[in-house]
C-alpha cells in the first residue's frame, strides 16, 4: 500500500499533526506540504490536513480535496474550537462534503493554537454573532495548549484504526 499525507499549514499546528500520522502509515508513504503534494494517481491511500477558516477546511486545503476522486481518503484538521462542538461537528461534514466519489475512511479533528492574526481580525469586526465572552477567551487559552502529546497519539491511533477497516 502506498500512501500519502498532504496537508495546508497556517502556524505549524496541522503540519506536526500531519507529521504524528505519518508514524501510522506503513511506507512507503509521502508527507508533503499541499504546495508541494505530488500526483495522486499512484497512491492507495490519501490523508489530508487542513486548520479551519470560517467553518471550512482552508483555501489551498479545499482546493486540492474537490481534486480526488476514487480514492480511500481521511482526513485531520486543527481547530480553535473545541473538538466534540456543534461547530466542529459542522466543520467535519462540510470537509467529508468536499471528498464526495472517494471512500472516507474516517476524519480527526483536535484543537490548535489560533493564528494571533487571526484573532486580531476577530476583534475588529466583533458583533453580535461572534462577541468576546468570557467562554471564547477561555477557549482561546485552552487551544494554545494545543496540538499536544495527548493529540497526536490520538491522531495516530486514529489513523491505524482506519487502516486497519
Request: charged residues 30%; contains cysteine; glycine residues 6%.
Amino acid at each position: 500500500m502506498k500512501s500519502l499525507i498532504v496537508y495546508s499549514s497556517r502556524t505549524g499546528n496541522t503540519r506536526a499533526v500531519a507529521e504524528a500520522v505519518k508514524e501510522a502509515f506503513p511506507e512507503p508513504c509521502t508527507l508533503a506540504p499541499v504546495e508541494e503534494a505530488p500526483a495522486v494517481d499512484d497512491y492507495d491511500v490519501i490523508a489530508i490536513g487542513y486548520w479551519v477558516d470560517k467553518g471550512m477546511p482552508d483555501a489551498k486545503a479545499k482546493t486540492f480535496m474537490e481534486k480526488i476522486k476514487g480514492k480511500k481518503v481521511g482526513l485531520f484538521g486543527t481547530l480553535g474550537a473545541y473538538p466534540d462542538s456543534e461547530h466542529a461537528n459542522d466543520c467535519r461534514a462540510k470537509a467529508e462534503a468536499l471528498m464526495e466519489g472517494n471512500e472516507m475512511l474516517g476524519q480527526f479533528l483536535c484543537q490548535g493554537r489560533v493564528d494571533p492574526k487571526v484573532l486580531e481580525m476577530m476583534a475588529k469586526v466583533a458583533s453580535d454573532q461572534h462577541p468576546m465572552t468570557d467562554e471564547r477567551k477561555a477557549r482561546i487559552e485552552e487551544a494554545k495548549k494545543h496540538p499536544n502529546e495527548e493529540d497526536f497519539e490520538q491522531a495516530k491511533a486514529f489513523f491505524r484504526k482506519c487502516l486497519k477497516g
